[in-house]
């Protein structure tokens, strides 16, 4: 423990000192004055009031936890003194969430869990107000990546593309992005460690610089989420909560180990953390490589190899008063970029030029101030993004930095038993700058700030939410004169602002049948790409010429969403219609370029703007038929279509999706526990529904073969993943897969063994 302290604190310093410093002083000041001890217990029974082991106890807004013991008794200390949310939480039964009313000195809470066929209710994290997805009056997926990493996916951004709504942007397994509805690129916002991730997403090439190791579960709110996050969050927001901290006083450490046929990969993390009463620490590394992968025809497709270092770290504490976590994150990625396609045949790891070398950094400190019957909330973010692009030595061709540093303060007013309100402020400031021998766009300064506000209030079981949001962004440059392949770059002083607004209708029709209903706005000011290029971009393989006109996108999209559960059958319908106004897309001129002396030409790409309509949704059963309790079938199916005012398609609109699971349990072995074997057809359909400068795409059935469990040694525990993806070897290639364009196809069949070992 001593070693990591020593080490996080030498990085973090390294790197911003404000954040560290400031931890710590917080931590001392208010342990100082910290004297009251606040305590929850209680017992949990099920509804035969037979006591309940191994079930978890979380308070979110500590990160604290506890197990309740073999007769059901638990208890936590240090509570806050206001207002107390609390989730009980255990497999096979519904998960409650208990809020205890200005906590006093001893608090006593007996819990009765009732049995679930299905998967637990989860707390929302992204969301304003922090309830169960049951309770909550938008719609938001929520995946552990303990599930994602069942699927057998070789990265963070495939196993996000199983979700319903979900689909990506890839160029071979190294490099993938998230659409969500139609809609990718800056347009979806990132969260990671409770702080906006800012890593150039301008770029089609450029990925999400974030490894799924030590990160708990991702959220999903598909659609605009501007009022809490500002600029970008125009077609959704991906939430990716840390892994938690361990149980109170307890020790946990893990090694986990994948490996992947079909590129040769293999990924090692190991992590370990403990907690005290008040403090806790987390730490965890993982490396991982990759050779080129195979298609279905055995032919390995060049330089699509790719190595990630990554480091995450955190340090909490927490009282009666106060809580607060700092972690740090550092992402190192080298990855191959394709030219020649299927080329010379290797199974070395090292990269090849043309390549990519990306170190992201990223600091987080997240704090909650609690009063009697009110609270703080204030996180504050540091990520330090540096890209380069070599061609065919280590002299970088591009070599940008991008610097960002944001935060955001929410005060939560006291709340009556019906209405909660919260207002906040949030900004960001950001410095672009380049060192390269080529610049794609100028150096740089862009400052957000905006202001909101929101209510929620309740009765009976109907739910409104509605919230209003004002925000300005301010972005400059410098000219650039340099003559950079017949282009240059003009000085730029842009300032734009935006009003939204949201609402948000929920309620329970019966036990069994729920409706929400939403109307948000959202916003997103141009980029400095789309308002600056003015040269070559090598990775996309065309001349990029920006607008410094475009005004600033605007959307109105109203979401639907029925479900209807009962024990045995879960049924659910997401209905959306979103309109952009001034739709930022690029558009081939007809025009091509090259450089005095080159013998290639390529094609010459302006920024253009047109209002466009986006529109479909999605729909899934989930059948559990009794007294066959050991069988699942799954089937979901999502559609999207976007088109310009004029009726003309958009581009990167991912096709028409079914996805059909049969997933089978068994858990009668005292030694192999949560047993399951799955089979899985997805069914891609043709797209036919393309812009001008696109081709259509095939249709395709992908057949997905997994088995696995837990074996239980004592106190150690041995999870178990065999997983065989596109088992019948398909030959298909992907609609939004840059690769399409010289013909190369997707991945072949590759066969997963993951193993991980918890102690």
Not at 102 to 116: F, G, K, S, V, Y
Not at 167 to 176: D, H, L, P
Not at 440 to 448: G, S, Y
Not at 666 to 689: G, H, M, P, R, V
Request: glycine share 8%; no cysteine.
């Amino acid at each position: 423990m001593v070693f990591f302290l020593g080490f996080i604190t030498f990085v973090l310093m390294k790197q911003n000192q404000f954040f560290i410093r400031f931890f710590f002083l917080q931590a001392l000041l208010i342990s100082i004055v910290a004297q009251a001890q606040n305590v929850v217990s209680g017992t949990v029974t099920d509804s035969n009031n037979k006591a309940l082991q191994g079930v978890s106890i979380y308070i979110q807004e500590l990160q604290k936890g506890t197990l309740s013991d073999a007769n059901g008794n638990y208890s936590l200390t240090n509570l806050p003194n206001g207002n107390v949310s609390i989730s009980f939480a255990l497999m096979g039964y519904g998960t409650q969430n208990k809020t205890i009313v200005n906590a006093q000195r001893q608090n006593r809470l007996d819990i009765h869990l009732e049995p679930t066929i299905f998967q637990m209710d989860e707390v929302v994290v992204a969301t304003a107000f922090n309830k169960l997805q049951s309770q909550n009056v938008m719609k938001v997926e929520h995946e552990t990546i303990k599930n994602l990493t069942r699927k057998g996916t070789a990265t963070l951004i495939e196993g996000l593309a199983t979700i319903p709504g979900v689909a990506q942007v890839s160029t071979g397994t190294s490099i993938g992005k998230p659409v969500i509805r139609g809609l990718s690129g800056n347009r979806v916002l990132v969260y990671s460690q409770g702080v906006r991730v800012e890593n150039q997403q301008f770029g089609d090439e450029h990925g999400l610089g974030l490894n799924d190791s030590g990160i708990e579960s991702v959220e999903v709110i598909k659609g605009p989420a501007s009022l809490l996050y500002g600029s970008d969050a125009l077609g959704g927001v991906l939430y990716f909560n840390p892994e938690k901290f361990a149980n109170t006083n307890t020790f946990k450490a893990n090694f986990n180990q994948k490996l992947f046929v079909n590129t040769l990969g293999s990924n090692s993390s190991i992590g370990v953390k403990t907690s005290t009463e008040n403090w806790k620490w987390v730490t965890r590394g993982t490396y991982n490589t990759h050779s080129d992968y195979t298609t279905s025809g055995g032919e390995r497709v060049t330089n699509t190899r790719y190595q990630e270092k990554d480091f995450k770290s955190g340090i909490g504490y927490s009282d009666a008063f106060f809580s607060s976590v700092l972690r740090y994150n550092y992402n190192d990625l080298k990855l191959g970029m394709t030219e020649e396609g299927i080329a010379a045949q290797s199974t070395s790891k090292s990269v090849l030029y043309p390549k990519q070398a990306v170190s992201n950094h990223l600091i987080s400190l997240n704090s909650t101030v609690f009063f009697n019957t009110s609270k703080l909330d204030l996180d504050l973010g540091f990520i330090s993004n540096d890209r380069s692009e070599f061609e065919d030595s280590d002299v970088a061709i591009l070599k940008m930095k991008l610097n960002t540093f944001n935060y955001n303060a929410k005060y939560y007013l006291p709340s009556s038993n019906k209405m909660q309100t919260i207002v906040g402020v949030q900004g960001m400031h950001q410095t672009n700058m380049n060192s390269g021998e080529e610049y794609l766009i100028p150096d740089a300064v862009t400052k957000d700030f905006g202001v909101f506000g929101t209510i929620n209030y309740e009765w009976g079981t109907n739910v409104i939410q509605a919230g209003l949001r004002f925000d300005t962004r301010n972005i400059t440059s410098e000219a650039h004169g340099i003559q950079l392949h017949g282009g240059s770059f003009a000085a730029l002083n842009k300032f734009y602002t935006s009003w939204n607004a949201s609402l948000g209708y929920k309620t329970n029709f019966n036990e069994a049948f729920v409706f929400r209903l939403n109307v948000a706005s959202g916003f997103r000011a141009p980029n400095l790409a789309e308002l600056t290029s003015n040269g070559i971009h090598e990775g996309a393989n065309r001349y990029e010429v920006g607008n410094a006109n475009l005004e600033t996108e605007q959307n109105l999209q109203t979401d639907l969403n029925l479900e209807y559960k009962t024990d045995h059958v879960e049924f659910f319908v997401n209905g959306f219609y979103n309109h952009i106004a001034n739709y930022i897309y690029l558009s081939p001129t007809g025009n091509q370029f090259t450089n005095s002396g080159a013998v290639n030409f390529i094609q010459v790409y302006d920024y253009i703007q047109n209002n466009a309509n986006l529109y479909g949704g999605e729909v899934g059963l989930h059948f559990h038929p009794h007294p066959l309790d050991w069988l699942h079938f799954e089937t979901s199916f999502e559609t999207v279509t976007g088109q310009k005012e004029n009726a003309d398609y958009l581009p990167l609109i991912p096709a028409n999706n079914w996805n059909n699971t049969l997933r089978f349990e068994l858990n009668d072995s005292n030694w192999l526990k949560e047993n399951f074997a799955t089979i899985s057809l997805s069914s891609t359909f043709n797209q036919n529904k393309v812009s001008g400068f696109e081709t259509r795409t095939g249709g395709y059935s992908i057949l997905n073969l997994g088995l696995g469990g837990t074996l239980h040694f004592g106190r150690t525990k041995v999870e178990v993943n065999l997983n065989g993806n596109n088992i019948t070897d398909k030959k298909y290639i992907a609609h939004l897969s840059r690769l399409k364009t010289d013909g190369i196809a997707n991945i072949g069949r590759n066969i997963v063994l993951g193993l991980n070992f918890n102690l």
